[in-house]
Nanobody, 126 residues
Framework: QVQLVESGGGSVQAGGSLKLSCAAS????????MGWYRQAPGKARELVST???????NYADSVKGRFTISRDNGKNTLYLQMNSLKTEDTAVYYC????????????????????WGQGTQVTVSS
């Protein structure tokens, strides 16, 4: 059974750092594209960063230069390192598995749909 378990959220002051983790099970992490999304109160869920199986990464303009997405294939875990946090980064952060792109096809991703973690709260205070 595919499962994504997120951790690492918390409360920090502006300028601080957090590292989020998403432990995946039920499939091989390296075979599928992965992403981080976030949803702030009263706003729609938005893309933060993606990590494709071919190594290509993507970042929202608002986080470029501050956030870094990475994988540890041995631990089957996805990470999001967040530095220089701003109050506007406050949101619930979700990881997602299976971007359903051509790179997923090439890598043999077995997921027939996109799976989501439960979310972890990040709160940045001024």
């Amino acid at each position: 059974q595919v499962q994504l378990v997120e951790s690492g959220g918390g409360s920090v002051q502006a300028g601080g750092s957090l590292k989020l983790s998403c432990a995946a099970s039920g499939y091989r992490l390296s075979s599928c594209g992965m992403g981080w999304y976030r949803q702030a109160p009263g706003k729609a869920r938005e893309l933060v960063s993606t990590s494709r199986t071919d190594g290509i990464t993507n970042y929202a303009d608002s986080v470029k230069g501050r956030f870094t997405i990475s994988r540890d294939n041995g631990k089957n875990t996805l990470y999001l390192q967040m530095n220089s946090l701003k109050t506007e980064d406050t949101a619930v952060y979700y990881c997602a598995a299976g971007l359903r792109t051509y790179s997923d096809y090439v890598a043999g991703c077995p997921l027939s749909e996109t799976y989501w973690g439960q979310g972890t709260q990040v709160t940045v205070s001024s």
